[in-house]
C-alpha cells in the first residue's frame, strides 16, 4: 500500500475519492464520523484535561468541515468535557452537517451558540477546534470570521485544524499562501492525504504538528 506519510492529493482529487468510497459502500456520513472520531482522540491526547472536566471550544462553519467539528464536540462530551460549539456562520447547510448538529441538543455538556466566543472564553478552554472551512475554502475571509480569527491567533490556547487550518486554499503551493489572514493552529489534522498546502514550505508555521487520519478509504477502495 502506498505510504500515507508520502501521499498527496488535490482537493478535487480528494472529493473524487470520497465519491468512490461512497458508491463502494463508505457513506459520507460515515467517513465525517471516522474523521471527526480520529480528530477527537487527538484533541484528547493534546489537551488531557478534557478528561477531566476541561473545556473545548469548537469553531464551526456551515459546511462539513463544520460537520466533523459537531462529531469531535459530541465525543469529547461524551468523555465528559464541556464542549462549547460555536456556528460561526449559522447553522449548518449541508446534511451530513445539519445531522451531526442536531445530535447535540440533548447533551447536557454541549452548549450550540452562534455568539462569538470572547477572547477570555477563548483563553479559558483546554483547547480550540478550528473546523470553521475545509478544502472547499478560497477567496477572501468573510468579516465575522476574520474577526474570530484574530480573536483565536491572540489567545494563548492551543488550537488544532480540521483538515486545514482555516482561510489557508487547500490546493495552494505558491511562496504567499499563509499571506491572507487565517488560523495558526499548534496541530492539524487532514484526512486520508495530504493536499498540496501541506507540503508547502510557506504555510508550515500555521499548520503546527500534522497528522494524517484514516477515515476508511484505503479499506473500501481495495477491495
Same mark, same amino acid.
Given at each position: 500500500?502506498?505510504?500515507?506519510?508520502?501521499?498527496?492529493?488535490?482537493?478535487?482529487?480528494?472529493?473524487?475519492?470520497?465519491?468512490?468510497?461512497?458508491?463502494?459502500?463508505?457513506?459520507?456520513?460515515?467517513?465525517?464520523?471516522? $474523521?471527526?472520531?480520529?480528530?477527537?482522540? !487527538?484533541?484528547?491526547?493534546?489537551?488531557? /484535561?478534557? %478528561? @477531566?472536566?476541561?473545556? *473545548?471550544?469548537?469553531?464551526?462553519?456551515?459546511?462539513?468541515?463544520?460537520?466533523?467539528?459537531?462529531?469531535?464536540?459530541?465525543?469529547?462530551?461524551?468523555?465528559?468535557?464541556?464542549?462549547?460549539?460555536?456556528?460561526?456562520?449559522?447553522?449548518?447547510?449541508?446534511?451530513?452537517?445539519?445531522?451531526?448538529?442536531?445530535?447535540?441538543?440533548?447533551?447536557?455538556?454541549?452548549?450550540?451558540?452562534?455568539?462569538?466566543?470572547?477572547?477570555?472564553?477563548?483563553?479559558? $478552554?483546554?483547547?480550540?477546534?478550528?473546523? !470553521?472551512?475545509?478544502?472547499?475554502?478560497? /477567496?477572501? %475571509? @468573510?468579516?465575522?470570521? *476574520?474577526?474570530?480569527?484574530?480573536?483565536?491567533?491572540?489567545?494563548?490556547?492551543?488550537?488544532?485544524?480540521?483538515?486545514?487550518?482555516?482561510?489557508?486554499?487547500?490546493?495552494?503551493?505558491?511562496?504567499?499562501?499563509?499571506?491572507?489572514?487565517?488560523?495558526?493552529?499548534?496541530?492539524?489534522?487532514?484526512?486520508?492525504?495530504?493536499?498540496?498546502?501541506?507540503?508547502?514550505?510557506?504555510?508550515?508555521?500555521?499548520?503546527?504538528?500534522?497528522?494524517?487520519?484514516?477515515?476508511?478509504?484505503?479499506?473500501?477502495?481495495?477491495?
Amino acid at each position: 500500500m502506498e505510504d500515507r506519510s508520502k501521499r498527496v492529493v488535490s482537493c478535487a482529487q480528494m472529493k473524487e475519492l470520497e465519491k468512490a468510497a461512497d458508491e463502494a459502500g463508505l457513506s459520507y456520513y460515515q467517513m465525517m464520523e471516522n $474523521a471527526g472520531m480520529c480528530s477527537a482522540a !487527538i484533541v484528547i491526547g493534546c489537551a488531557p /484535561g478534557l %478528561m @477531566k472536566g476541561g473545556k *473545548g471550544i469548537v469553531l464551526c462553519g456551515k459546511g462539513n468541515n463544520g460537520g466533523d467539528g459537531s462529531v469531535v464536540a459530541r465525543i469529547i462530551a461524551g468523555y465528559g468535557a464541556k464542549a462549547l460549539v460555536c456556528l460561526v456562520e449559522g447553522e449548518p447547510v449541508t446534511p451530513d452537517a445539519i445531522r451531526n448538529r442536531k445530535l447535540l441538543d440533548d447533551m447536557g455538556n454541549v452548549t450550540v451558540t452562534e455568539e462569538l466566543p470572547s477572547a477570555e472564553e477563548l483563553d479559558d $478552554a483546554d483547547i480550540i477546534v478550528d473546523g !470553521i472551512y475545509g478544502t472547499g475554502f478560497h /477567496g477572501a %475571509m @468573510k468579516e465575522r470570521a *476574520g474577526e474570530l480569527v484574530d480573536r483565536v491567533n491572540g489567545s494563548g490556547t492551543k488550537v488544532l485544524s480540521l483538515d486545514i487550518p482555516s482561510g489557508l486554499a487547500g490546493d495552494d503551493e505558491g511562496p504567499e499562501a499563509a499571506g491572507g489572514k487565517h488560523i495558526k493552529a499548534d496541530y492539524t489534522v487532514t484526512f486520508h492525504s495530504f493536499k498540496p498546502i501541506h507540503k508547502n514550505p510557506a504555510a508550515a508555521e500555521s499548520m503546527g504538528q500534522i497528522s494524517v487520519a484514516d477515515i476508511g478509504i484505503d479499506e473500501v477502495l481495495k477491495k
